[in-house]
């Protein structure tokens, strides 16, 4: 049941500062529009309620990806197969383009943006919690000038993001300080390709002296948003590698997550799962 | 929103269209442009049946608001022949392979193996599983489909 | 000229790889409206009103650029503009004739499932059609409903008839009730399988041109256009020769566009009747999934009586499968489900119960393997369960009672053909090296999950200490499986008498050669199958054959394109059909016995040029020997059967309890091959799918209704979940099919799934006995 296509407006200014003014305009009455891979399935059920969207697909000043020596930083319409192509994404963050390359098929992939995934606010997005286990911060610019926040706080709720309607999503930056931990990206989706998570689950830490040293998780479709789990995290860091910080860390990550029923999966199942993954990060890091 | 002017180029060909912003390329294709080898399966992406190029990259017809495609060179399965009179090596390949049974999925399959080819051209099998993980095809259970890939990588 | 055996190009394969194949939804018409359905919204409950609504004024628009302006402009749907259609309008009856016509066109007081049509709309906009269908308001009040085959049992309400079954049957060999009494064990079980959809990429469509003068014609994707033809004679009350009915190109179908076409034809038809224009209807791929017909839900119960040397003495089944809110072909998928329920096993004392049931869901359909995927995973689940109850192995078990020619099936059938399951066990497990893996895997899996490093199964929210030994073991546990199976050709028992299907074969003066049937192609091969068959007999190139498109208007009567009967059973009348045309040019002298290609051409010029038309056609006759007995369900179901061993290899992931088949391999015998990449194909694609139906199909029901309507979350296999599907057949040319051909399109259904879960069974000790088996139920049992 496809939405009515007359009712929709889809304006393609040419450049940042043209965008940034209709966005500025009338406090939300237009949304900005990328690689289109969620909004057009909504529109084609149905459910795309908004009705005037400002393309960016075409804008250059969101393209790119900048490689300094503390960091790299991604456009907000980086896609997913630039993503994975990027020699520093594959050697200093392997999840990132573990995700990419596990999102939609190579269809969506050339067409999805990382920035859409992080705006589109999905619980169960694949890219995030490979963001948020990467501290990456984000940078919003609107008319009134730019500003760059910790991800780790962006999603303070089910797809409620601390963006204003005036801002759009310019570039993703991840800090170059992954030499020497562990990676550990799982997303389970019962097929191998095109899944939408059940549960995607993001980890990297280092062991120095025998304690765990700069752990950093963050998991996807088991609470409302993206989740960093600063919690479980401080239940791990500076432990030793034994059985009661494991035991620990479980129980602080089966209360920091807040898995539901629904048409794809159980909460049961995806806490469990969450669990084990867990345990099976913690044995990666011996 | 009323319908605009869009200029691209389709299978080689300039092309002016005139649609709503939103309208899928996939609809406007098969419409307005009469090139109804572009399939629709799902609608939401997922079946890789209305697939297309745009500038040398797969995606999904279906998910591209016509908008997008402005300055845009897009091929179908109709631009894929090398001519009238000779097939691509990928739709010669899944002639004699059996990777066509009903043939809904096989113009937007076909695209995807001619696209890994030019980005891969000697596959691996873990690679031409990657590659197709996008187009569902619910007659072969693949198995011709990648014996295809692979015999259209001999020729 | 040999052409049987040979894997020649599919017939309208360059077309498909170009994009040039005409599906229904690639057609226009000068005129044409587009026609949608509005559904019902509740399971069960009578219609109070039905009001066609207004858009709230923000979000009207101008329409003053389309043609035509709205009139008045003043209400933004202009409903005036639309062809409305209720069940009021329809000129002759309001059911679609199949089996008990009971499933009403359009409901007209009363809804018996979710999504049941009520009101039709056509108007050339389509982008106004959607949004004007979403302002039909119906109002229900809402009666309660049955959800579930038990609850259908239990008559916890009656919804249909008088006890809500559709159909019993009762299979009765020797005497069941006085074996008990002489068994040394006595195995029991329960299986289930759930709802599968047949997720065809192409959805279901047509178009329609109906008036009074002409009559109706149809285009349309579709197996049987002379049951679209039947069904549309009723609903015009119109006679059979102002129906037409043409199929175009079909993308796929298995089973999912057996009766549905009727219902979508008839819709199409009825639009067209009232607007006087052509009308389109394409259903997308939401309404498709949660509107028409799945794989009907199942519960089997098993009760077996061993001897303590493993031969069996009485097997007791009781089968039930879930039909769904109208009779559709319910009662045609029990009795196949029903007759394969005991399998290729010979067993003195069967008795089969079994009952077709109402809920109110949508009609569940026919979908590739008709009820026997349903009744052999139960049986192959349960032989393996009853080779562990009396300490067997699963194969020693199956061999002990594996059917040999001349001995007889639960109906009483005897096998008259060679028969050799043993060999193809043999072959299957030299294939898979099934023995070294089955030792190999159980030593890996033994040494890689003692107590201490099984993963964590335990429900950590509710035990506040955690059992947490050694890290879990991420490795995966591997296991082998297998099924043994058989599945009838052709329709059941008298079916195919019943049908008395016909075949025409037609040549002109340039000696080319037509095929008249209303088989279709489908992507199972029939165009190529029929050319191979009649250049074949004919002894001509194949390409002077041309298959025709099957269309009421041309073609006689072939029969549905189901229950694997087209090559065997079509595919033989093909064959006389043509050489009707040869024995004419014969008689008239104007061919010789041998002859060659340009003779043949040589003579149906001359036999044209001087009487006329060349034609021939040829009548289904039973093969000699054949009895069935309606009554009793006794006697031979099938002309033939094929027979098969399938073993699958998985491995099971600890730590997310998914199971990924590894490798597949599918060993049977078929007759004769025919054309060795379309039937390896067949295979293949059948094992995909039933792939799907055990480990990855799951549609989730909420209140009658699928709730996960759409590709995203009802996931079948994608390209990187199969395994290698090996594949490879024994030859034994059975004496009634076309070039010793038998069918084999449904037969690579029944036999994946059993094989699966006793893979799993061999590699975590769990025995799971419901399909789909998705993680979350796999997660539930390792956990306890």
């Known amino acids: 049941m496809r939405g009515y296509v007359p009712t929709y407006s889809l304006i393609s200014p040419a450049k940042l500062a043209e965008a940034l003014d209709v966005l500025a305009q009338d406090n939300g009455a237009w949304k900005p529009f990328a690689g289109g891979t969620d909004l057009m399935v909504l529109l084609e059920a149905g459910r795309l309620p908004h009705k005037n969207y400002v393309n960016i697909w075409n804008l250059k000043e969101l393209r790119g990806i900048e490689v300094t020596d503390s960091q790299i930083t ?23 383009c573990q995700a990419a390359k596990e999102t939609g098929g190579i269809a969506i992939q050339n067409r999805g943006t990382l920035g859409g995934n992080i705006v589109n606010a999905s619980p169960a997005a694949d890219s995030p ?101 600063f919690k479980t995290e401080n239940a791990m860091t500076g432990q030793p590698l034994n059985d009661q910080t494991i035991a620990a860390a479980k129980r602080s990550l089966t209360v920091e997550i807040s898995p539901i029923d629904d048409i794809r999966s159980t909460k049961d199942y995806r806490l469990q799962v969450s669990l084990n993954l867990l345990e099976d990060f913690l044995a990666h890091l011996q | 929103m009323p319908k605009t002017e869009i200029n691209c180029s389709v299978n080689g060909e300039g092309k002016t269209l005139n649609a709503y912003p939103m309208e899928r390329l996939l609809d406007v294709l098969r419409e307005q442009l009469h090139l109804t ?62 990777g066509a049974q009903c043939g809904i999925c096989t113009p937007g399959m076909v695209i995807a193996a001619v696209s890994l080819l030019e980005k ?36 | 000229m040999k052409l049987v055996g040979k894997s020649i190009p599919r017939k309208e394969g360059r077309k498909k790889v170009t994009g040039q194949a005409l599906y229904v939804d690639d057609l226009r018409f000068d005129g044409m409206l587009h026609g949608v359905t509005v559904r019902s919204s509740v399971p069960r409950g009578r219609i109070k009103n039905i009001s066609f609504d207004q858009q709230p004024a923000a979000e009207r628009i101008d329409r003053s650029d389309q043609p035509p302006a709205t009139a008045g402009g003043t209400d933004f749907i202009p409903w005036d503009e639309f062809t409305i259609v209720t069940a009021k309008d329809i000129p002759g009856e309001n059911y679609v004739a199949l089996i008990l016509n009971d499933q009403p066109y359009l409901a007209g007081e009363i809804v018996n499932h979710s999504e049941e049509p009520i009101v039709l709309l056509a108007h050339h906009d389509k982008y106004l059609l959607e949004e004007a269908r979403r302002h039909v308001k119906i109002v229900y ?124 034809a008839g819709h199409a038809a009825l639009l067209a009747w009232k607007s006087g224009k052509p009308v389109k209807m394409i259903y997308d791929r939401a309404e498709d999934m ?35 809110a109208y009779c559709t072909l319910s009662p045609v998928v029990l009795s196949r489900g029903t007759i394969h329920a005991a399998g290729p096993y010979s067993c003195p004392n069967v008795r089969i119960q079994s009952k077709a049931v109402a809920t109110n869901m949508p009609p569940h359909g026919a979908f590739r393997g008709f009820g026997a995927p349903q009744s052999i995973f139960a049986l192959e689940r349960h032989m393996d369960k009853v080779a562990k109850a009396i300490g067997l192995s699963p194969e020693e078990f199956r061999r002990r ?78 296991g082998i499986g297998f099924a043994t199976f058989m599945h009838g050709a052709g329709f059941t028992g008298s079916g195919e008498v019943y049908l008395q299907s016909v075949v025409g074969a037609e040549a002109n003066a340039e000696g080319q050669v037509k095929v008249l049937a209303a088989s279709t192609e489908i992507g199972q091969g029939t165009n190529t199958i029929f050319a191979q068959i009649a250049a074949e007999a004919l002894g001509i190139n194949y390409d002077l054959i041309e298959v025709a498109q099957p269309d009421t208007g041309n073609v006689p009567n072939s029969g549905p394109t189901v229950a694997s009967r087209t090559t065997m059973i079509v595919g033989k009348l093909v064959e006389s059909a043509v050489l009707g045309l040869k024995q004419t040019l014969v008689g008239s002298g104007l061919l010789k016995d041998q002859f060659t290609q340009a003779d043949f051409q040589k003579a149906c010029a001359e036999h044209i040029a001087k009487f006329g038309p060349l034609k021939s056609t040829s009548q289904y006759q039973p093969p000699p020997g054949i009895r069935w007995d309606d009554e009793k369900y006794e006697g031979d179901a099938y002309g033939a059967f094929a027979w098969a061993v399938y073993v699958a290899e998985i491995s099971y992931n600890p730590l997310t309890y998914e199971v990924h088949v590894d490798d597949f391999v599918a060993v049977q ?21 039933a792939i799907g139906m055990a480990l990855y199909e799951n549609v989730v029901w909420e209140k009658g209704r699928m709730a996960n309507g759409q590709m995203t979350n009802y996931i079948m296999p994608t390209a990187a979940d199969v395994p290698p599907i090996r594949v490879f057949f024994e030859e034994n040319p059975y004496a009634f099919g076309p070039g010793g051909a038998k069918g084999i399109g449904e037969l690579p259904m029944d036999g994946p799934a059993p094989a699966i879960l006793n893979a799993i069974e061999n590699a975590i000790g769990i025995s799971f006995n419901r399909i789909p088996l998705m993680p979350e139920a796999m997660m539930k049992s390792a956990a306890v």
Not at chain 2, 145 to 152: C, D, K, Y
Request: contains cysteine; charged residues 25%; negative net charge.
């Open chain 3, 290 to 324: 949660v509107a028409t017909t799945k794989r009907h839900p199942s519960r089997t119960q098993h009760k077996t009586a061993v001897t303590k040397d493993g031969k069996l003495l009485a097997m007791e089944i009781d089968f039930v499968i879930d039909g769904g």
């Open chain 3, 141 to 264: 009040e809402e009666t309660a409903a049955v959800f579930s085959l038990e609850d259908s049992l239990a008559q916890k309400e009656i919804i249909w008839g008088e006890d809500n079954v559709f159909k019993k049957f009762l299979v009765n060999k020797g005497n069941v009730n006085e074996a008990w009494a002489h068994a040394d064990f006595i195995v029991e079980g329960e299986y289930e399988t759930g709802a599968q959809e047949q997720l065809y990429i192409e959805t279901n469509g047509v178009i329609a041109t109906a008036n009074p003068s002409e009559g109706v014609t149809v285009w349309g994707s579709m197996q049987c256009p002379y049951y679209v033809h039947k069904a549309l004679i009723k609903l015009f009350g119109l006679p059979e020769e102002k129906i037409r009915v043409i199929q175009t190109e079909t993308g796929g179908g298995f089973g999912g566009k057996e009766e549905y076409p009727s219902l979508i």
């Open chain 2, 37 to 98: 080898g572009t399939k629709e399966g799902c609608g939401e992406g997922e079946c890789g049946a209305c697939t297309v190029l745009i500038d040398g990259q797969i995606v999904n017809s279906c998910l591209v608001p016509v908008a997008q495609v402005e300055g845009c060179d897009i091929q179908t399965i109709e631009g894929i022949a090398v001519s009238e009179s000779q097939l691509h090596a990928v739709q010669q390949a899944f002639i004699e392979c059996g």
């Open chain 1, 129 to 229: 919690p490979a963001l948020l286990a990467y501290d990456a911060e984000l940078e919003l610019v609107s008319k009134a000038g730019a500003r760059r926040i910790p991800y780790s706080g962006f999603h303070v709720g089910y797809k409620q993001m601390d963006i204003r309607p005036d801002e759009l999503l310019r570039a993703i930056t991840l800090p170059r300080q992954t030499k020497g931990l562990t990676h550990y990206y799982r997303k389970v989706g019962t097929r191998k390709a095109q899944a939408i998570s059940k549960v995607c689950f993001a980890a990297v830490a280092g062991v120095k002296n025998g304690e765990i040293d700069h752990v950093r998780m963050a998991l996807g479709s088991v609470a409302p948003i993206s989740l960093r789990c």
């Open chain 3, 669 to 689: 015998e078929i007759g004769r091959v025919m054309n060795p990449v379309l039937a390896a194909g067949q295979i293949e694609g059948g094992v995909a799918q």
């Open chain 2, 120 to 155: 891969t051209p000697d596959p691996t099998e873990p690679e031409i599983r990657n590659g197709l993980a996008g187009n569902l095809c619910r007659c072969t259970g693949y198995m011709k489909i990648f014996e295809s890939v692979v015999r259209a990588c001999e020729k």
């Open chain 3, 401 to 478: 009672n594996f059917i040999k020619e001349g001995e007889t099936t639960a109906t009483n059938q005897v096998i008259r053909e060679h028969v050799d399951l043993d060999g193809l066990l043999n072959r299957a497990f030299e294939l898979t090296d099934y023995h070294a893996k089955r030792k190999r895997f159980a030593e890996e899996n033994e040494r890689g999950s003692s107590p201490t490093v099984r993963a964590g199964v335990s429900d950590a929210r509710n035990t506040p200490s955690l059992t947490v030994g050694l890290p879990p073991r991420s490795i995966a546990l591997r």
């Open chain 1, 74 to 96: 991604l456009g907000g319409l980086t896609t997913y197969t630039e993503v994975q192509n990027h020699p520093v994404l594959q050697e200093e963050f392997p999840m990132l």
